[in-house]
């Protein structure tokens, strides 16, 4: 008989209109890493949700059974209390304490009244090298990056002495060598005999860490195919999340590329908390109507920080250089400024700065550019209902209406409103800052079409992705961006993930 360390029986979970887990079954062996697949709003997440407690018990129907009892859990303290910890997509820290502080945050070294910060700094800096995570204990969460966060994160989880560790997209905001160097993590983990859960729509990465991968489709547990020899491919995860073959993974574009609409030039940003240091260097770029241009680098090396800082001076201190739109040289001191002049920035962080997730659909769709809804500062509702309704059908947006609470959407569908909200707003110039982060590989395929009709139309984009394959699938040009420079450009055509990261590793060196 196998040895489970957890078992779901008969789960079912619904929402106002929506069954979102539709008798579902799942089980986990004691001291495997088991992938959790499926396309977005399949319901991989509400899933680990009631798993963990964030669901409570008699808040969905069926049996969380673990370690041979039936539990019954009111919130996540109570998970917690069994050693199940789950470290969510979205991470839960709090940027101005320090990583120490967030490690031990409800788990205190001591007592609430008497905490002992020795002890805490110390067992801190025990766990940051358990996860090899070289960092002081006293450095503030806001000024580290994602892929330190999502490691402190996991520092936290060990630290309730975890045993069933769920991850949702744990590398969805890394690099390829960051990923590589998590998994490995996990991989390290499991010869300590912890179990892991993950969720992720980085197909190449279950395949190499996961002895089996449970496809969710539709709501309903649809397969588990085993995977301790690694052979299972990418195509065959793909056919199970979506019910049919997927040959192609990025849309074939002909589009003539024209004039250069958009440059920077010797721009220069310097970074708002140590304004002696430069995030951005002396970066020059240009873009052309119907281009696709890609930024390539490790998360830090400023890719975000140079998108924001273009987008109506949002990020930054002491900004130097010019931009350049359709020859002419232009001031974008707000975002309001950005917008006006036809140049907008799809947000790396969709929870925190780009959605109002207590607001409807509608409400955010619109919101950028509510001046076209709008008439002598009077919201045209029946306008408004009509764009909204619009944008909802034309990118396939899974909801009940355009009336639906953002935050009860899937990642994926919150990430086509976002995009959305930003086409609405008629750019002639778009920043995407990792556009499919959290996205499946059919909603990847419907971005990726959104965005090739928009330089179709003769509009430009600039997209960040830390995903490879992604800039050599979509791009046109890729430019190398490393320690706050372009170390490099390279043609689309030409470019391969080894000369990449060569470029970026020869430079750091």
């Given at each position: 008989m196998a040895d489970n360390i957890l078992e779901m029986k008969n789960i079912i979970k619904t929402f106002p209109g929506v069954r979102a887990l539709d008798d579902v079954n799942f089980t986990v062996k004691r001291g495997e890493i088991h992938a959790v697949c499926g396309e977005n709003g399949a319901g991989?997440?509400?899933?680990?949700?009631?798993?963990?407690?964030?669901?409570?018990?008699?808040?969905?129907?069926?049996?969380?059974?673990?370690?041979?009892?039936?539990?019954?859990?009111n919130g996540i303290n109570d998970s917690e209390e069994k050693g199940i910890v789950i470290v969510h997509q979205e991470l839960a820290l709090v940027p101005n304490l320090s990583v120490g502080e967030n490690i031990f945050l409800g788990n205190e070294v001591g007592s609430k009244h008497n905490i002992d910060w020795d002890a805490t700094h110390e067992?801190?800096?025990?766990?940051?090298?358990?996860?090899?995570?070289?960092?002081?204990?006293?450095t503030l969460i806001e000024d580290i990056g994602m892929g330190m966060r999502q490691l402190v994160e996991i520092a936290k989880a060990l630290s309730k002495d975890v045993k069933l560790l769920i991850l949702d997209e744990p590398t969805s905001s890394l690099n390829e060598k960051e990923s590589k160097e998590l998994l490995d993590l996990?991989?390290?983990?499991?010869?300590?005999?912890?179990?892991?859960?993950?969720?992720?729509?980085?197909?190449?990465?279950?395949?190499?860490?996961?002895?089996?991968?449970?496809?969710?489709?539709?709501?309903?547990?649809?397969?588990?195919?085993p995977n301790q020899d690694r052979t299972v491919d990418e195509d065959r995860i793909v056919r199970g999340m979506v019910g049919r073959e997927m040959t192609d993974r990025y849309p074939d574009r002909d589009v003539e590329i024209g004039e250069t609409i958009f440059e920077l030039k010797n721009w220069t940003v310097h970074d708002p908390n140590h304004t002696e240091r430069k995030a951005v260097n002396n970066v020059d770029l240009t873009l052309r109507s119907g281009e696709i241009v890609g930024i390539a680098g490790l998360v830090g090396a400023g890719r975000t920080e140079l998108a924001m800082s273009v987008f109506g001076r949002s990020y930054g201190e002491n900004i130097s250089g010019q931009i350049i739109k359709d020859g002419q040289e232009v001031e974008l001191k707000t975002i309001r400024e950005a917008i006006d002049n036809k140049i907008a920035y799809l947000t790396e962080d969709r929870k925190e700065?780009?959605?109002?997730?207590?607001?409807?659909?509608?409400?955010?769709t619109t919101l950028a550019k509510m001046d076209k809804v709008s008439?002598?500062?009077?919201?045209?509702?029946?306008?408004?209902?009509?764009?909204?309704?619009?944008?909802?059908?034309?990118?396939?947006?899974?909801?009940?209406?355009?009336?639906?609470?953002?935050?009860?959407?899937?990642?994926?569908?919150?990430?086509?409103?976002?995009?959305?909200?930003?086409?609405f707003t008629d750019?002639?110039?778009?920043?995407?800052?990792?556009?499919?982060?959290?996205?499946?590989?059919?909603?990847?395929?419907?971005?990726?079409?959104?965005?090739?009709?928009?330089?179709?139309?003769?509009?430009?984009?600039?997209?960040?992705?830390?995903?490879?394959?992604?800039?050599?699938?979509?791009?046109?040009?890729?430019?190398?961006?490393?320690?706050?420079?372009f170390i490099g450009e390279m043609d689309g055509t030409e470019a391969t993930q080894e000369n990449i990261m060569s470029m970026i590793v020869t430079d750091a060196n």
């Open positions: 991989k997440s509400t899933l680990m949700n009631v798993l963990s407690g964030v669901y409570p018990y008699g808040d969905y129907s069926g049996d969380i059974v673990y370690n041979g009892e039936v539990c019954q859990f067992k801190a800096k025990e766990l940051l090298n358990t996860v090899g995570l070289d960092v002081s204990p006293h996990i991989l390290e983990f499991q010869r300590q005999g912890i179990s892991s859960i993950i969720i992720s729509h980085k197909l190449n990465e279950i395949s190499y860490v996961a002895d089996a991968i449970t496809i969710i489709r539709d709501g309903k547990s649809i397969e588990t195919i700065n780009g959605l109002i997730l207590s607001e409807s659909i509608r409400i955010n008439k002598n500062q009077t919201i045209d509702f029946e306008a408004e209902k009509a764009v909204a309704e619009q944008f909802r059908k034309s990118m396939n947006v899974v909801s009940t209406s355009i009336e639906q609470q953002i935050g009860n959407l899937s990642g994926g569908n919150q990430q086509k409103i976002l995009l959305g909200k930003w086409v750019p002639d110039v778009l920043f995407l800052d990792e556009p499919t982060r959290g996205v499946d590989v059919g909603a990847k395929y419907e971005i990726y079409t959104i965005i090739n009709d928009l330089v179709a139309e003769g509009k430009g984009v600039i997209m960040i992705s830390s995903e490879l394959p992604e800039l050599l699938g979509m791009c046109d040009r890729i430019y190398i961006m490393n320690e706050g420079r």
